[in-house]
């Protein structure tokens, strides 16, 4: 089963925008994990955010994370072409599984 | 680093017969996870490995899947009497047991399709 909720469910926006996708989970985490997946292919992980920080940066990427409302934002700044994919988060409680939310489908328009 | 790699990358069986996926992973990684994914959800856990002991099994691995690390390298997921609803992306990844790194790092997966 899966552990939470991503919300949009899908996302279209033009190139050059931003895009923000949610993420709410169920359990107590040790981390959480942002992974994106291009149509039909494996899983490549973005970024990590522990439970003892708030907000995190890589990139064009940021990261937040509230858990006292369980719940995580991951913001794509200046979205290109490219950055069309599926983007899952998923919880884990140290180095065991993963759990996944549904995903959320991003669509750049050119 | 030549990531983890998967084989086959597509499966197609009847219903009834058997198939067993191959994963390599990473090779200084000492984890090793299997998922199971559908079309338009999110990869569902199977079981995952640390060397050769096989740590934790889901409830989705019913008793026709098996899964093996003999060596503590490469790993092999047997489906028997393969169902339609077994029809899937398996994907494998691996974790590194240096530090607190819990990233996992996922292979291209197999998809199977079961007619």
């Known amino acids: 089963s899966q552990q939470g909720e991503e919300d949009p469910q899908a996302l279209s926006i033009q190139e050059g925008e931003n895009a923000t996708m949610n993420c709410s989970y169920k359990t107590s985490i040790n981390n959480l994990q942002w992974y994106r997946q291009n149509s039909g292919r494996g899983l490549v992980h973005l970024i990590l955010i522990r439970s003892n920080e708030r907000e995190k940066h890589s990139g064009r990427l940021r990261v937040t994370l509230d858990t006292s409302k369980k719940s995580s934002s991951l913001l794509i700044t200046a979205s290109r072409a490219a950055d069309t994919a599926s983007y899952f988060c998923?919880?884990?409680?140290?180095?065991?599984?993963?759990?996944f939310g549904q995903g959320t489908r991003l669509t750049i328009n050119p | 680093d030549t990531g983890v790699s998967q084989d086959p990358r597509h499966k197609i069986t009847k219903r009834g017969q058997n198939v067993t996926f191959r994963c390599d992973p990473i090779?200084?990684?000492?984890?090793l996870y299997w998922y199971r994914q559908t079309l338009g959800q999110g990869p569902e856990f199977l079981t995952y490995f640390q060397n050769e002991a096989q740590l934790e099994k889901s409830r989705l691995l019913s008793d026709r899947f098996s899964a093996e690390r003999p060596k503590g390298s490469f790993s092999t997921l047997e489906i028997q009497r393969t169902e339609q609803g077994d029809s899937a992306m398996y994907l494998c990844a691996s974790s590194s047991p240096s530090g607190h790194s819990y990233e996992q790092y996922f292979g291209p997966g197999t998809r199977l399709t079961v007619t």
């Open positions: 090779s200084e990684h000492n984890r």
């Open positions: 998923a919880t884990s409680q140290g180095a065991q599984k993963l759990v």
